[in-house]
């Protein structure tokens, strides 16, 4: 589980201000290229992170429902079925940032953003 990003979230403000600062300078005309790639790069660890601790909420108030309640899975078989896929790759994201804690390159590995959302809006169906 995903623990506080407070930190990490006010550090990329913070950047992102200074790259707007430094794009806003005359003399950075020779490094624009590399000012708006980091300006991308940091936006979508922002939005990135966001989705992400929304679909961990919702993961984890999910789980609670589906898992180990036979009852329920068997009264709501559909919602299961795709909570347990959903499931399936929420794991395989969370072993992914095990294993590598560098959170740009977290965040902008294999579309995660892409694949964050649609975990999101998969498990506001299960809802």
């Known amino acids: 589980i995903l623990k506080s990003a407070d930190d990490i979230m006010i550090q990329l403000e913070d950047h992102l201000l200074n790259l707007q600062a430094m794009g806003g300078s005359r003399y950075a005309a020779i490094f624009s290229e590399n000012i708006k790639k980091w300006e991308k790069q940091l936006n979508m660890v922002v939005e990135c992170l966001e989705v992400w601790f929304v679909v961990q909420c919702k993961w984890m108030y999910l789980e609670g429902i589906f898992v180990g309640a036979e009852d329920i899975r068997m009264q709501l078989p559909e919602e299961s079925k795709k909570f347990d ?18 959170v740009i390159e977290c965040c902008c590995a294999d579309k995660r953003l892409d694949v964050l959302t649609e975990l999101n809006t998969s498990l ?3 809802q």
């Not at 072993?95 to 804690?101: D, H, Y």
């Open 124 to 126: 506001e169906n299960c």
């Open 85 to 102: 896929t959903v499931s399936k790759v929420f794991r395989g994201i969370m072993k992914a940032a095990k294993n590598n804690s560098i």
